[in-house]
């Protein structure tokens, strides 16, 4: 549940920072006790009186040109509001069938909203065609399931999206909205691309799509990241977006940082230009005395070299940002495309950031435990295995661990790999989870959300070429309840029931100790056909539903195994 916390004094030094600094940034300045005012009223949890000062202090600042038009080339696709058609595949589920992006960076994105549901949204496109559009999907119940929330298709070609799930009040779910932030332009090489939004309901009503932001004149708007405040608030909520915005000679402008205060009626932006090309930015949202907006960007030095930089803006635009070098750096060292997230609980608490990225193609991390203050120096996780991409995600909807969650993609394409865990106590990295192969020009993406009572890490992936995307959680209990907590004496492994059984059975095991664990099945010849588990674990009692759908009928076998641990126990599917 969303929480409204009392003014602390932990960021007050950076609020008096950036309110020094934002007489140079604003195009009118704005009054410091109308900003007090707003942040008591919002502390305070006065709704209509935040919502009466925030409009006055809109008016302070540079406004988008937005537009609710459709341009002539959409084709809108409305959902089918039955499950979406849903197969598993050694544990994965084929979310959809569509061709997923093009050979560009953030084509597919992951979120858990507010009602506790997961939302993907990824770029489409049509095969042989040069029809782009965009989908959202929805699974209620941990990613066993889809149903396909609508999108549209369109000429023009999309090029990024970043998604946002809000809910404008816990009480009511039909409140709950996906955003889908992108960047769209009607040239193929991207010249003077806009900012759009595209917005739906959880129940796939009341459909919105318009402008929320025209780059400059010659200009064009590139990979863009959105964030929000919405752990905190729910009418006063506000999102926060991120592009680059280059020539379209693709010379460097700077960072455009749009807001919006509510819920799409209009936008605010200011630019920020550090006179680097900085690209690849990814933003993330920090709760405190001075809410402020950290992005991760990736600096092009030279052909050879590029460095990671952290930026730190107040969630007013400003233009106005202070800047942390992270790593090394120098000739033939290139940090590329970074991803940033933080791990928060309310204004009073020490929250956590994670950066990852690829230093010359090895995955990395770096990480901060105190607000993004004092970071971490780079964390290696393979020195002799290269990534195309590494990305991460965090929880902070929930109490207790394994709330970050990293994957990374090979630079063939042909395995996706999961950390679970938190910063110092980062889970062993889970091999080749997916039975899929992937693609090496779309990078993964990951959640951590929760299922039932546990907190669970997913991956969402585009398929070989860019066709189908596919849901993993087989290494994060997905589909596994925990219905005992009680420490256990030994290893357990229980008989299947129903058995027989068709299509689906239930496993039950004991572990007595937090250590790896593998759940697997296997056909009668001694084939793998299953993995169900394939992770880290903490003791206690569980149950797994396997689900045999795509497989003939036989006897098969499943086997758990452990730290000296190893049972096999048959089951006979009969369809």
């Known amino acids: ?30 009054p410091e006790d109308l900003k007090l005012r707003l942040f008591n009223a919002k502390n305070s949890g006065n709704v209509e009186l935040a919502k009466q000062l925030n409009k006055e202090l809109e008016t302070y600042l540079i406004k988008s040109e937005t537009s609710t038009d459709l341009p002539s080339n959409y084709r809108v696709i409305e959902p089918n509001l039955n499950p979406g058609e849903t197969d598993w595949y050694n544990n994965e589920v084929l979310v959809s069938g569509k061709n997923i992006g093009d050979k560009n960076y953030r084509q597919i994105d992951i979120k858990q909203g507010q009602d506790g549901n997961i939302y993907a949204a990824s770029i489409t496109r049509e095969s042989g065609s040069f029809e782009y559009g965009i989908q959202c999907l929805k699974s209620t119940n941990g990613g066993i399931n889809w149903t396909a929330l609508g999108g549209f298709s369109t000429t023009d070609k999309i090029f990024s999206i970043s998604l946002l799930v809000e809910s404008r009040n816990n009480a009511n779910p039909d409140s709950t909205r996906f955003w889908i932030y992108y960047t769209i332009s ?18 796939a009503n009341s459909v919105i799509d318009f402008i929320a932001g025209t780059p400059g004149a010659g200009n064009k708007f590139e990979f863009v990241s959105a964030c929000s405040d919405g752990e905190f608030w729910e009418e006063l909520t506000y999102m926060h977006i991120i592009v680059t915005e280059v020539t379209n000679a693709n010379n460097t402008v700077g960072l455009r940082h749009f807001r919006t205060a509510n819920w799409g009626s209009s936008f605010s932006n200011a630019l920020f230009n550090s006179g680097f090309m900085d690209t690849y930015p ?54 590329e495309k970074p991803v940033i997230t933080c791990s928060q609980r309310n204004a009073n608490n020490i929250n956590t950031f994670m950066v990852t990225c690829t230093k010359n193609e090895f995955p990395l991390w770096f990480h901060s435990t105190n607000s993004g203050s004092v970071w971490s120096s780079e964390q290696v996780i393979f020195s002799n295995r290269k990534m195309k991409y590494v990305h991460c995600a965090s929880d902070s909807l929930a109490a207790g661990d394994n709330n970050f969650v990293i994957t990374c993609l090979t630079t063939g394409g042909d395995s ?69 907590s009680n420490i256990p004496s030994g290893f357990i492994l229980s008989q299947n029931y129903p058995n027989p ?75």
Do not use: W
Request: charged share 15%; net charge positive; with cysteine.
């Open 1 to 30: 549940m969303k929480t409204i916390k009392t003014k602390t004094l932990l960021f007050t030094f950076a609020a008096l920072i950036f309110s020094i600094f934002s007489v140079f940034s604003q195009s009118k300045l704005i």
């Open 501 to 575: 059984f068709n299509p689906l059975t239930n496993i039950e095991f004991s572990i007595p100790k937090a250590g790896f664990v593998k759940l697997t099945v296997f056909d009668i010849t001694g084939k793998q056909v299953d993995k169900q588990i394939n992770s880290q674990m903490n003791p206690g009692t569980y149950r797994v539903e396997f689900s045999a759908g795509n497989l003939s009928s036989g006897i098969y076998f499943y086997t758990l195994e452990g730290e000296g641990f190893r049972e096999t126990k048959k089951m006979m599917l009969i369809k």
């Open 186 to 203: 009607s040239n193929s090489n991207g010249n003077d691309a806009k900012l759009r939004v595209y917005s739906r309901r959880s129940n």
């Open 282 to 335: 990814s933003a993330a949202f920090l709760r405190g005395g001075a809410d402020s907006i950290f992005v991760a960007v990736e600096r092009k030095i030279s052909s050879n070299e590029s460095q990671l930089k952290v930026y730190s803006t107040h969630n007013v635009p400003s233009g106005i940002f202070l800047t942390r070098s992270l790593g090394t750096s120098g000739a033939n060292i290139k940090y």
């Open 416 to 484: 996706v790999l999961v950390y679970q865990g938190k910063p110092g106590a980062m889970s062993q990295m889970s091999l080749k989870i997916n039975s899929q192969f992937s693609t090496n020009f779309i990078s993964p993406a990951c959640v951590v959300y929760k299922n039932g009572n546990t907190k669970s890490a997913g991956i969402l992936y585009p398929g070989i070429s860019g066709a189908n995307l596919f849901f993993n959680g087989s290494h994060m209990f997905t589909g596994i309840q925990n219905i005992n």
